[in-house]
């Protein structure tokens, strides 16, 4: 399907956590999700209303080798966390579905993408103790970029909400002072919670459940290796991140595979690296449910998705990507 051929109609649900607090998935580890009981609700009513569909009946659809049903959907989830065999994969399994999972081409030693350091840091000290923390440790320079760069990001998101602060707070770390974050969160890491390998370990999904998953049925696409925004980093670094995902899934099932846009950050160079990376498509975070590229199908938020008029919220309103 190229831009000029006709859009693409097609409802893909995209999640993250899914987890209760105390569950094995939460582990204590104070970071909220989608609880499950309300993911369950949702798979019933996504069922009901649609026709499920698996990422190779979607491939071979947008391929011209098979015809999608009007109201076909997806389910996919990012990150490759453990909530995905521990809550959602038996969940999916009791139904007979298929879901497409965005996992981190991110080796053990490797730690938490900087994106994950953040999660379990707010959880752990607040959205004003981690702001006060990172604060202590910045260079007058860094102080002032950090507040240029929170000056602008408050145009982007309500800066009287908590929500909007997380995001702004998150913008700043994730984007303008990254490489700076990347070290002092590990400080603070080791500092209030731990070994930061030992809980990437168990944070990510292990080679053995990947495993599993695909034997039933559960199919795996690329999300880049150290979760950057791509709109922000360098072609070289976007190059290095399509490809650590390509080679990764090389040893998980055969392509061509699916990728999602970390963020949902785009570039517009990516959709032609992805294409000769071996990637047929690839998932962005804009609200949508008609597709005029491959490389641009937008995504329902599974944490905001109404059913039966009750709209699922995650404490505290965070969103996560």
Not at 108 to 122: N, S, T, V, Y
């Amino acid at each position: 399907m190229s831009t000029s051929a006709r859009p693409l109609k097609l409802t893909v649900v995209m999640y993250h956590y899914v987890r209760d607090p105390g569950d094995a998935a939460e582990a204590g580890s104070g970071i909220p999700g989608l609880p499950f009981a309300h993911f369950a609700v949702q798979l019933d009513y996504l069922t009901r209303h649609h026709v499920m569909i698996t990422w190779p009946h979607l491939r071979d659809g947008l391929q011209g080798h098979r015809t999608l049903p009007p109201s076909a959907c997806l389910l996919t989830f990012d990150d490759g966390v453990r909530d995905h065999y521990l809550n959602v994969f038996p969940a999916l399994r009791a139904r007979s579905l298929s879901g497409l999972f965005f996992a981190l081409a991110r080796r053990e030693a490797a730690g938490l993408a900087l994106a994950h350091k953040i999660h379990f840091l707010l959880a752990a000290l607040g959205l004003e103790g981690l702001r006060q923390a990172v604060w202590a440790r910045l260079t007058p320079a860094q102080g002032e970029l950090f507040r240029q760069a929170e000056r602008h990001y408050q145009l982007q998101f309500d800066p009287l909400s908590l929500d909007g602060q997380i995001n702004v707070f998150k913008s700043i770390l994730q984007r303008d002072l990254s490489a700076e974050a990347e070290t002092i969160l590990g400080e603070l890491f080791a500092q209030h919670i731990g070994s930061e390998t030992d809980t990437a370990r168990e944070h990510y999904l292990k080679p053995d459940q990947i495993r599993e998953m695909g034997a039933g049925g559960m199919h795996f696409g690329g999300h880049s290796h150290s979760h950057p925004w791509f709109d922000w980093i360098g072609a070289e670094a976007r190059a290095d991140e399509v490809a650590a995902s390509s080679a990764w899934l090389q040893e998980i099932e055969p392509g061509p595979w699916a990728f999602a846009y970390p963020y949902g950050g785009l570039s517009p160079a990516v959709p032609r690296l992805l294409k000769a990376h071996g990637f047929a498509a690839a998932f962005t975070t804009v609200e949508q449910t008609m597709h005029t590229s491959p490389y641009l199908i937008g995504r329902l938020d599974g944490e905001a998705l109404t059913v039966n008029d009750v709209t699922v919220e995650t404490r505290e309103g965070q969103r996560y990507a």
